[in-house]
C-alpha cells in the first residue's frame, strides 16, 4: 500500500515518535510506502511529498517539532480544497491517510473521509481537548514544562512577596492550568470551564495573605474569561486570524489583583515553550503506540476512525462521533486544584 502521512495544526512534543512508528511499523512489518505531505493539509492540497522512510526516521525520537513541518489550514474553508486533496491523493496513488492533529485538522479529516478517502486519525495537542480520547501527544510534556515553571515562580515569589500569575495555554479548555496548578501547588487556578469572579479571587488573596503567606501563584488558562455580569469588564481579544491573544487574560487578571489588592504581582506568559522542546518518555511511548495502531488499522482496512487512549488501552473511535467536539476538564479535577490551594 502507499500511504500518506501529515501533521496539522499546532506542533507539540512526540509528533516524530508518532511519525517513526508508522514508519517503522509500516516499511518494516507491512511492506508499505509511506508518503509524507509537508505543512498538513497545505501540503496535500499543493502536492508537496517528501518521502518518509527508515533513512529520515534515523534519531528523532526525541526530537521536539515535526519532521514534515505543520500548517493551520483547512482544505474545507477554502473553495475547492477537498477537491484539491483527492486530486493530489489519486495523482500519488495514496490508498490511505493517516491524519495527526488537533480538532481542526481532524474536523478536515472527518470531511475527506465522507469524500471516499480512507483515513485513520491520530489526536495531538498540548491542550489535551480532542474529544474521545483520554490524552492527546503533547499534553504530557506541556503539563511538565507548565509545573516545572510554576516550581522555579515559587521561589522568586516567596522572595520578593509577590503574586505571580502564570498564562499558560488552552484555548477551548484548561487541562494544562488545571493538572499544572495541582502538581505545582498553585494557590488559584482560572480555566475556561468555570468563568470566573475577580472579587472572589480577591478576597482569597487577600485572606491567604492576611493570615499565613506572603505569596500566590495564580495560574490562568488563555482561555479563561470572567463570569458575565461580575466586577470585571472583559471583551475576548482576538488576533488578525481569529487566533486567541496569548498574555491578554494574564496581563489583565494581574493588573486587576494588583489595583485591588496593592500586593506586588507579576506576569510570566509560558506560550510557545510549552509546545517546544524534547516529548516526556510519556509522549514518546503515546505517539509509538499511536503510530503502531494507525498503521495496524489501515492495514486492515479500517477508515474514518480515530486512535485513542482509554484508560491503558489503545482503541479506535469513529471520527464522525469525535470531530468538531471539546474534550472539557471535568469539575471534580477542577475542584482538586481548589481544595488543594
Ligand atoms: O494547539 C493549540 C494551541 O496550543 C492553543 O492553546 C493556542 O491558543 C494555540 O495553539 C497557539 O497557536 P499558534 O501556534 O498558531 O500561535
Same mark, same amino acid.
Given at each position: 500500500?502507499?500511504?500518506?502521512?501529515?501533521?496539522?495544526?499546532?506542533?507539540?512534543?512526540?509528533?516524530?515518535?508518532?511519525?517513526?512508528? @508508522?514508519?517503522?511499523?509500516?516499511?518494516?512489518?507491512?511492506?508499505?510506502? !509511506? @508518503?509524507?505531505?509537508?505543512?498538513?493539509?497545505?501540503?496535500? &492540497?499543493?502536492?508537496? =511529498?517528501?518521502? =518518509?522512510?527508515?533513512?529520515?526516521?534515523?534519531?528523532?525520537?526525541? =526530537?521536539?517539532?515535526?519532521?514534515?513541518?505543520?500548517?493551520?489550514?483547512?482544505?474545507?474553508?477554502?473553495?475547492?480544497?477537498?477537491?484539491?486533496?483527492?486530486?493530489?491523493?489519486?495523482?500519488?496513488?495514496?490508498?490511505? $491517510?493517516?491524519?495527526?492533529?488537533?480538532?481542526?485538522?481532524?474536523?478536515?479529516?472527518?470531511?475527506?473521509?465522507?469524500?471516499?478517502?480512507?483515513?485513520?486519525?491520530?489526536?495531538?495537542?498540548? #491542550?489535551?481537548?480532542?474529544?474521545?480520547?483520554?490524552?492527546?501527544?503533547?499534553?504530557?510534556?506541556?503539563?511538565?514544562?507548565?509545573?516545572?515553571?510554576?516550581?522555579?515562580?515559587?521561589?522568586?515569589?516567596?522572595?520578593?512577596?509577590?503574586?505571580?500569575? @502564570?498564562?499558560?495555554?488552552?484555548?477551548?479548555?484548561?487541562?494544562?492550568?488545571?493538572?499544572?496548578?495541582?502538581?505545582?501547588?498553585?494557590?488559584?487556578?482560572?480555566?475556561?470551564?468555570?468563568?470566573?469572579?475577580?472579587?472572589?479571587?480577591?478576597?482569597?488573596?487577600?485572606?491567604?495573605?492576611?493570615?499565613?503567606?506572603?505569596?500566590?501563584?495564580?495560574?490562568?488558562?488563555?482561555?479563561?474569561?470572567?463570569?458575565?455580569?461580575?466586577?470585571?469588564?472583559?471583551?475576548?481579544?482576538?488576533?488578525?486570524?481569529?487566533?486567541?491573544?496569548?498574555?491578554?487574560?494574564?496581563?489583565?487578571?494581574?493588573?486587576?489583583?494588583?489595583?485591588?489588592?496593592?500586593?506586588?504581582?507579576? $506576569?510570566?506568559?509560558?506560550?510557545?515553550?510549552?509546545?517546544?522542546?524534547?516529548?516526556?518518555?510519556?509522549?514518546?511511548?503515546?505517539?509509538?503506540?499511536?503510530? =503502531?495502531?494507525? !498503521? #495496524?488499522?489501515?492495514?486492515?482496512?479500517?477508515?474514518?476512525?480515530?486512535?485513542? $487512549?482509554?484508560?491503558?488501552?489503545?482503541?479506535?473511535?469513529?471520527?464522525?462521533?469525535?470531530?468538531?467536539?471539546?474534550?472539557?476538564?471535568?469539575?471534580?479535577?477542577?475542584? &482538586?486544584?481548589?481544595?488543594?490551594?
Amino acid at each position: 500500500m502507499r500511504v500518506g502521512l501529515l501533521t496539522g495544526g499546532g506542533d507539540v512534543p512526540g509528533l516524530n515518535a508518532a511519525i517513526r512508528a @508508522v514508519v517503522k511499523r509500516g516499511e518494516g512489518e507491512h511492506g508499505h510506502t !509511506i @508518503v509524507g505531505f509537508r505543512n498538513g493539509w497545505r501540503g496535500v &492540497v499543493d502536492g508537496d =511529498v517528501t518521502p =518518509v522512510s527508515r533513512q529520515q526516521i534515523r534519531n528523532v525520537l526525541p =526530537v521536539g517539532g515535526t519532521m514534515l513541518g505543520t500548517a493551520r489550514y483547512h482544505p474545507r474553508a477554502e473553495d475547492g480544497g477537498i477537491d484539491a486533496v483527492i486530486a493530489t491523493l489519486e495523482q500519488e496513488r495514496i490508498d490511505a $491517510l493517516i491524519c495527526i492533529g488537533g480538532d481542526g485538522t481532524l474536523h478536515a479529516a472527518s470531511k475527506v473521509a465522507e469524500a471516499g478517502v480512507k483515513i485513520v486519525a491520530i489526536p495531538k495537542t498540548i #491542550d489535551n481537548d480532542v474529544f474521545g480520547t483520554d490524552k492527546s501527544i503533547g499534553f504530557d510534556t506541556a503539563v511538565w514544562i507548565a509545573t516545572e515553571a510554576i516550581d522555579r515562580l515559587h521561589t522568586t515569589a516567596e522572595s520578593h512577596n509577590r503574586v505571580m500569575v @502564570v498564562e499558560v495555554m488552552g484555548h477551548h479548555a484548561g487541562w494544562i492550568a488545571v493538572t499544572s496548578a495541582i502538581a505545582g501547588g498553585a494557590e488559584v487556578v482560572l480555566t475556561p470551564e468555570e468563568p470566573f469572579d475577580i472579587e472572589k479571587v480577591v478576597k482569597y488573596l487577600k485572606h491567604r495573605h492576611r493570615s499565613h503567606a506572603s505569596f500566590s501563584i495564580v495560574v490562568v488558562a488563555e482561555g479563561a474569561v470572567p463570569l458575565k455580569g461580575s466586577a470585571m469588564d472583559y471583551e475576548v481579544p482576538v488576533g488578525k486570524f481569529g487566533e486567541i491573544v496569548a498574555g491578554a487574560i494574564g496581563e489583565r487578571v494581574k493588573n486587576e489583583i494588583e489595583a485591588r489588592t496593592g500586593f506586588d504581582a507579576r $506576569l510570566t506568559v509560558l506560550g510557545h515553550v510549552q509546545r517546544g522542546g524534547s516529548p516526556t518518555p510519556t509522549d514518546r511511548i503515546l505517539g509509538s503506540r499511536f503510530g =503502531v495502531a494507525a !498503521i #495496524d488499522a489501515i492495514t486492515r482496512g479500517e477508515s474514518d476512525v480515530m486512535t485513542a $487512549l482509554h484508560g491503558e488501552n489503545i482503541v479506535l473511535v469513529p471520527l464522525p462521533e469525535i470531530a468538531g467536539k471539546i474534550k472539557v476538564v471535568p469539575a471534580d479535577l477542577i475542584e &482538586v486544584a481548589r481544595t488543594l490551594a
